[in-house]
């Protein structure tokens, strides 16, 4: 689980830093603190990881196009 909140620092690092970082995390990191939001992304990669062991299956990361689409 540390090694997860560890990669989830080191993704937040270049999300606070680059512009076409990944909406979901620029706006946790506009509402919450650093570490907090480490811990939601660790969290989100768990469940991710949690599913592919289940189901075996390939990780296709989702289109961010699609996801904006869908919201508006």
Same mark, same amino acid.
């Given at each position: 689980?540390?090694?997860?909140v560890?990669?989830?620092?080191?993704?937040?690092?270049?999300?606070?830093?680059?512009?076409?970082?990944?909406?979901?995390? =620029?706006?946790?990191?506009?509402r %919450? !603190?650093?570490?907090? *939001? +480490?811990? @939601?992304?660790?969290?989100?990669?768990?469940?991710?990881?949690?599913?592919?062991?289940? =189901?075996?299956?390939?990780?296709? %990361? !989702?289109?961010?196009? *699609? +996801?904006? @689409?869908?919201?508006?």
């Amino acid at each position: 689980r540390s090694l997860l909140v560890v990669g989830a620092t080191a993704v937040l690092r270049v999300v606070r830093n680059d512009a076409w970082a990944r909406p979901w995390l =620029k706006a946790l990191l506009a509402r %919450r !603190p650093f570490k907090v *939001a +480490a811990v @939601a992304q660790a969290n989100k990669t768990a469940r991710i990881i949690c599913a592919l062991l289940n =189901k075996v299956g390939i990780y296709r %990361r !989702p289109d961010p196009l *699609a +996801a904006t @689409a869908v919201t508006q």
